[in-house]
């Protein structure tokens, strides 16, 4: 495979687009708003620094044109946020050629369900599609058509649908080394660990972002010890669903560790605040300055929602996802239960495990 295109020139669109050029392949980069497309044109490339070396890597397609950027493509890698998913599905579907692989780095919760629901939605037969239970790269973008790297993430657990597709794990290994294929989309949807991560730190500090403009480091500051048990708490929630689909998942210091993106040994001991605060890739991170941000209109209703209908066709009970849903609401007067994925809009509205189970491997 050499053609590749990546839409989304955000931080992990960049941090994939330089990394994959740097391993030969020939990318095109395309992104909705001409910003960040303009600055890599005029740099020359992508300038990089951190865990995929420094200097400028070449792209050979900058463009805001996504029909012409998958136009020809071997494979269309999505690093976008999942509010953009919709809208980039339906681009998708009206342009991409039959059979050419998606790639969501991430998925996010319910990518590739919410991805084939906006395909059939349109008449379309969905592509085959593979998901990553979360970002390859720990990575933040300091100025347009600029990234810097932290971490490359180590065993991200990635699906694929049709499940029969065992060819699209080959296709994922070139282009992302060292994922890890896990049987179930369900177990890669739970690794989404910002959804533990994210919605606890932002509710709980609100008071403290909006007093400094994020003026602290949202990980190593903001996981205060009242912090730690919510999200401790939340991390419960989220096991419980996986087992209920007979999954047996790790804590999220573990999950955290085996990524690279926090402390070992305080992961080992259960010590979720420390492990976190004091993993390498995160430390430096800071916090939005205000709750107008993805952390909560991604992180909730792409994620603590669709992970709630899970729940509830497991049978099991998330209050404390619950709350987070509520007051993130109330703070940022959004409708995240009536506007995110709901169980309506994936499908799961009446089902039970059995009935999710048959869905995903096209029975239902």
């Not at 980069?29 to 995929?52: M, W």
């Not at 007051?327 to 495990?353: H, I, P, W």
Request: glycine share 12%; net charge negative.
């Amino acid at each position: 495979m050499t053609d590749v295109a990546v839409l989304g020139a955000g931080h992990g669109g960049l941090a994939a687009a330089a990394d994959l050029s740097r391993r030969g392949f020939r990318i095109r980069l395309q992104n909705r708003s001409a910003g960040p497309i303009r600055a890599v044109e005029e740099a020359g490339g992508i300038r990089t620094t951190g865990a995929i070396g420094d200097g400028l890597a070449t792209i050979d397609v900058a463009t805001t044109d996504l029909p012409a950027a998958v136009d020809g493509a071997e494979a269309v890698i999505v690093v976008l946020p999942a509010v953009a998913h919709a809208d980039v599905g339906r681009s998708l579907a009206d342009a991409l050629a039959p059979d050419v692989p998606v790639v969501l780095n991430p998925g996010h919760m319910c990518g590739s369900l919410h991805l084939k629901r906006i395909f059939s939605n349109m008449a379309v037969i969905p592509p085959p599609i593979v998901e990553l239970g979360t970002l390859s790269y720990i990575c933040r973008s300091p100025e347009p058509g600029a990234v810097d790297v932290f971490l490359r993430a180590k065993g991200v657990p990635t699906a694929v649908s049709p499940p029969d597709r065992s060819d699209l794990i080959g296709l994922t290994e070139e282009l992302f080394p060292g994922v890890r294929r896990v049987a179930s989309p369900i177990e890669a949807w739970l690794y989404d660990v910002n959804i533990v991560l994210h919605p606890p730190g932002m509710v709980l500090g609100s008071a403290w972002l909006e007093a400094t403009s994020g003026g602290y480091r949202f990980y190593a500051d903001g996981i205060t010890p009242s912090v730690e048990g919510v999200m401790n708490a939340l991390d419960l929630e989220r096991r419980a669903v996986g087992a209920a689909f007979g999954l047996e998942l790790p804590s999220l210091a573990e999950t955290m560790a085996a990524l690279g993106s926090a402390d070992p040994a305080d992961a080992a001991r259960g010590a979720l605040g420390e492990a976190v605060r004091r993993g390498r890739a995160n430390r430096s991170i800071r916090a939005p300055a205000s709750v107008d941000h993805r952390y909560l209109h991604e992180d909730v209703p792409f994620g603590l929602v669709p992970m709630m209908a899970l729940a509830a066709a497991g049978g099991v009970e998330t209050p404390v996802a619950a709350a987070l849903t509520v007051l993130a609401e109330v703070m940022t007067d959004r409708t995240y239960r009536r506007d995110g994925l709901t169980a309506s809009s994936l499908g799961l509205e009446g089902l039970d495990v059995a009935g999710v189970e048959r869905m995903l491997e096209g029975d239902g």
